[in-house]
C-alpha cells in the first residue's frame, strides 16, 4: 500500500501553565505547543492525521549555556527537517517510511540524537494517524496484525524472525495507575501555601491536596544534585506520602542525570539508608531513572551500574534513549530498562518494548522493565495519542502531569472540550465552565476509549487554536 506524504500544517499554540513546574534546570511557567497536521496519500486514498507535542526547553539538550528561545527553536527546526525529508518519501508502509526517514536524518544525525528525533516523531505520529483513520482501526490491532510493516530485525538482529505480537500483550491495557510527579518547587503541604500563591481554579495544588483529590498511589519524585537539599526535601515529601497513605504507596527516584559515575549515586544512596526519616520510606522505591548524565551513562568506558545503589533497585535510562543503538548498549552496562515517550518515537518504543520481552526470556532472573514517563503532556492529541502506546505496550505505571500543571484543555476552544467529553467520557470530565479536565479515579486513568479510538483519539484541533 503505498504511502506518501501531499502536504502539511504546523501551527504553534503559546500557552501558560497555572503553577510553576521545576523539572531540572528550568522551569516552565509558559511554553509552545505545537500541533503538526498532514495530508497523506495511502494506497490511493487521501487520509489526514495530527501529532501534537510541547517544545519544552532544557530536556531535549540540557545546555545550560543556551536560552530558552534558542532551545524553542533548535525543537522548531528539527521539526521542519523531517517535514521537508518526509515530502520527497515514497513507502510501501508505515514502518518503511519511518526508517527512511529515519536513516536520512541520523545518518548521521545533525543534531543531538534525543533533539534530532523528536522532530522524525511528530511526522511518525501524524502519518500513523492518518493511516489508522485510514483503516478506521486502533494502532494496537494495527501493531499485532503487523499491519504496520514493522521489521523488528531491521532494528536489532537478535529480534529478526520475531513480529511485536510475540512480546506485546495480547490486549492493551483497559486502564493504567497514574505516577503523579512531584516537581521541585511544588508546595507540600496546603498549610505552607501563602495567601499570594494560592491558586483559586477548582484543583489542587499541594502534594497532600492532590493524594486526596487524585486518589494517588504513586508518585515521582526528583532529584536536583544538591545532596544536603534533596535530603531535606525527602523527607518533607515522605513526611506527606507516609502520613496520608501509610504503607500503600510506592514511587520513582529521577535522578535527572545529576550524577557523573554510579559510585556518585551509590554514596548518595548510602545517605538515603542512613537517614532513620528515609530509611523505611525507601522500601517503596520501585526504581531509578536516569542517574547518570547522557554524556557519561553510555561512553565507551561507562561502567557498570548494576550495583549503584545500595539496595537492589532497576535502574533505567531516559534522556539516553537518543537513538537505536541506546538501549541495547544500555543493558550491556547493567541498565534494567528504559522509558516510553512518544517524542522518542512510537517505532523504536515498539522495538524497546519487544527487547525487554525477548531478554527478560532468556535471562528470568534479571528484572527488567519498560516505564511510561511524560513531560507536562496534554491532550487533545498528543496525550491520548501517548496513552495509546502506553496501553499496547502493556506499561503499567505512566507518568503524567500535564492535568496537573495546567488547567485542562482550557487553552483550547471551547469545541475541543466538548468533543473530548463526548468522545472520552470516560478519561476527561467536565468543570464549572464545561472545560475538559482530566479523569483520575483512585489514581488510575481509563483507557476503553483511548484503545478504541484510531490512534488515541479522533478529535482535531481547529485551525483557530492557533496561527497557521
Not at 340 to 348: E, L, P, Q
Request: contains cysteine; charged residues 25%.
Amino acid at each position: 500500500m503505498p504511502l506518501r506524504l501531499l502536504d502539511f500544517n504546523v501551527r504553534r499554540l503559546d500557552i501558560a501553565t497555572r503553577m510553576p513546574f521545576k523539572y531540572g534546570i528550568a522551569v516552565m511557567t509558559d511554553l509552545p505547543h505545537v500541533l503538526v497536521t498532514v495530508r497523506a496519500l495511502i494506497g490511493g486514498a487521501e487520509a489526514t492525521g495530527q501529532s501534537a507535542d510541547h517544545l519544552p526547553p532544557k530536556w531535549f539538550t540540557k545546555e545550560p549555556g543556551t536560552s530558552p528561545q534558542e532551545d524553542i527553536a533548535g525543537m522548531e527546526a528539527v521539526l521542519a527537517e523531517a517535514l521537508e525529508a518526509a515530502k520527497d518519501i515514497v513507502a510501501d508502509s508505515p514502518f518503511e517510511f519511518w526508517m527512511e526517514l529515519h536513516n536520512q536524518l541520523m545518518s548521521p544525525p545533525r543534531h543531538p540524537p534525543l533533539l534530532q528525533h523528536f522532530g522524525i516523531s511528530l511526522v511518525e505520529r501524524a502519518l500513523l494517524d492518518a493511516f489508522c483513520q485510514h483503516h478506521g482501526q486502533p494502532l494496537w490491532q494495527l501493531v499485532r496484525s503487523n499491519a504496520l510493516g514493522i521489521d523488528l530485525g531491521r532494528l536489532s538482529p537478535e529480534l529478526t524472525g520475531y513480529a511485536p505480537a510475540d512480546f506485546l500483550p495480547e490486549r492493551p491495557l483497559e486502564s493504567a495507575q497514574l505516577r503523579h510527579t512531584v516537581g521541585m518547587a511544588d508546595f507540600l503541604r496546603e498549610a505552607v501555601i501563602g495567601p499570594e500563591e494560592r491558586l483559586d481554579d477548582g484543583l489542587p495544588q499541594s502534594l497532600e491536596a492532590c493524594i486526596d483529590f487524585y486518589g494517588l498511589r504513586e508518585f515521582k519524585l526528583k532529584l536536583t544534585g544538591n545532596a544536603g537539599a534533596d535530603l531535606d526535601r525527602l523527607r518533607g515529601i515522605a513526611d506527606v506520602i507516609h502520613r496520608k497513605l501509610q504503607g500503600d504507596y510506592r514511587f520513582s527516584l529521577d535522578g535527572n542525570e545529576q550524577f557523573s559515575t554510579p559510585g556518585q549515586l551509590r554514596s548518595f544512596g548510602e545517605e538515603v539508608y542512613a537517614d532513620p526519616k528515609l530509611n523505611a520510606f525507601f522500601e517503596h522505591l520501585f526504581f531509578i531513572e536516569q542517574p547518570i548524565h547522557r554524556k557519561a551513562a553510555l561512553a565507551d568506558d561507562a561502567p557498570d551500574v548494576s550495583a549503584a545503589w545500595p539496595c537492589p533497585v532497576p535502574i533505567i535510562i531516559d534522556e539516553s534513549d537518543g537513538d537505536l543503538n541506546a538501549f541495547p548498549r544500555a543493558l550491556e552496562l547493567g541498565y534494567a530498562g528504559v522509558s516510553h515517550k512518544n517524542c522518542k518515537g512510537v517505532f523504536k518504543g515498539i522495538r524497546n518494548r519487544c527487547l525487554v520481552g525477548y531478554h527478560q526470556s532468556r535471562h528470568p532472573d534479571r528484572q527488567l522493565l519498560m516505564t511510561g514517563e511524560d513531560l507536562a503532556n496534554i491532550g487533545p492529541i498528543a496525550l491520548l495519542q501517548d496513552l495509546a502506546v502506553q496501553a499496547l505496550l502493556g506499561n503499567t505505571s505512566i507518568e503524567r502531569n500535564g492535568h496537573h500543571y495546567f488547567k485542562g484543555l482550557g487553552m483550547f476552544p471551547q469545541e475541543v472540550s466538548r468533543k473530548m467529553l463526548d468522545q472520552h467520557p470516560d478519561l476527561y470530565r467536565p468543570g464549572p465552565d464545561q472545560t475538559a479536565f482530566l479523569r483520575v479515579e483512585s489514581g488510575r486513568l481509563s483507557l476503553h476509549s483511548v484503545n478504541a479510538a484510531p490512534f488515541g483519539t479522533s478529535c482535531r484541533v481547529p485551525d483557530s487554536a492557533g496561527p497557521g
